[in-house]
Nanobody, 119 residues
Framework: QVQLVESGGGTVQAGGSLRLSCAASGRALTNYVLGWFRQSPGKERELLTAVTWSEGRTYYADSVKGRFSVSRDNAKNGINLQMNNLKPEDTAVYYC????????????WGQGTQVTVAS
């Protein structure tokens, strides 16, 4: 059974940068899509970006396009999320998730990592 572990959260000033990592264990990722979500209090969980492991095709939500960048990390068997020009509204718990290509169900989730952007 695959497990996802996020790291790299923390507190940063507005305009700063953070890099999150997600490491997957227990499964090869060839037929999977990995994504980053976030959720802040009182809001629904939001898909920010996703990448197909085998092809590297990416998706970005409009809210983060141009500021966030997802990349595959073969050494860690996972993905990274580079977040630049952070804003206070980016404050949330960030989750890594995994789904099978061609499906809608994000079946596996990490435990989440807190990102706080101070104004």
């Amino acid at each position: 059974q695959v497990q996802l572990v996020e790291s790299g959260g923390g507190t940063v000033q507005a305009g700063g940068s953070l890099r999150l990592s997600c490491a997957a264990s227990g499964r090869a990722l060839t037929n999977y899509v990995l994504g980053w979500f976030r959720q802040s209090p009182g809001k629904e969980r939001e898909l920010l970006t996703a990448v197909t492991w085998s092809e590297g095709r990416t998706y970005y939500a409009d809210s983060v396009k141009g500021r966030f960048s997802v990349s595959r990390d073969n050494a860690k068997n996972g993905i990274n999320l580079q977040m630049n020009n952070l804003k206070p509204e980016d404050t949330a718990v960030y989750y890594c998730a995994l789904k099978l290509r061609g499906t809608q169900d994000w079946k596996t989730w990490g435990q989440g990592t807190q990102v706080t952007v101070a104004s």
